[in-house]
């Protein structure tokens, strides 16, 4: 079993790419599975259900979040529908409803995709992410294959996590710095790790959006509007390859195509 992770999709520019260049990277990879990051796919923040509707016609399987996703009006609803394969961090307080958990059979595999927040540098209140994934695993049947989308800012909280799951989950994909990372590997106890698995939006912006109102932010203390910056656009993400007898992962490697 193959699988394809999009590192976290901002606005038309990363949305468009997508569209553009799935279907060859899937021929290309024979990826059977599709996990993206889509919290910063509305115009930089959030995600709204056409938006989501658009990527999973691109091809994609299942949305991922983070800190970005009640940025839309309509969120609350959408995350809360049963319908569409959309999660939410599962350490957001339960009071928050929401899918938290997205479990597909894929060609008699079961893929469970969990997403997960850090706390360091984010957003405060959210429950232990370490004890939140040992609370969901005692949920999830054994022998499935377990993908973990840890969004975080801290390369240490990040890398403890990883190795905090080695042997539980199949594979800890980093995202939120909108930075891929040079770092994956095959943990021992055959987890599959990246720090960050990049960003698939503008080359030529700052982490997706255009560099004028970034930089004036930190020349003046104001806060900036995200403004997603256009094409050229790359798509960056790891693919994982699968044992599909252990649930282990094999192999993990990055991807970079620019367009
Ligand atoms: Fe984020």
Known sequence: MKILFIGDIVGRTGRDIVKTQLSSIK???KIDFVIANGEN?????????????EITGSGVDVITSGNHIFKKNEALELVSNKNINLIIPANYP?????????????????????NLMGRVFMKEGLDNPFYKLDELLQKIPTNSIIIVDFHGEVTSEKKAFGYYSDGKVTAVIGTHTHTQTSDTEILPKGTAYITDAGM??????????????IINSFLTGLPFKPEPEDHPAKLEGVVIDIDNDSKKAKNIKTIRIIE
């Open 94 to 114: 339960e009071k928050v409803q929401a899918n938290r958990i997205i479990e597909k059979l894929i060609d008699g595999n079961r893929v469970v995709v969990i």
């Open 41 to 53: 796919s509305a115009h930089g923040s959030g995600i709204t259900e056409s938006i989501l509707k």
């Open 200 to 213: 698939t939006g503008s080359v030529n912006s700052i982490l997706g959006d255009k560099k004028e109102s």
């Open 27 to 29: 021929e290309k990879y």
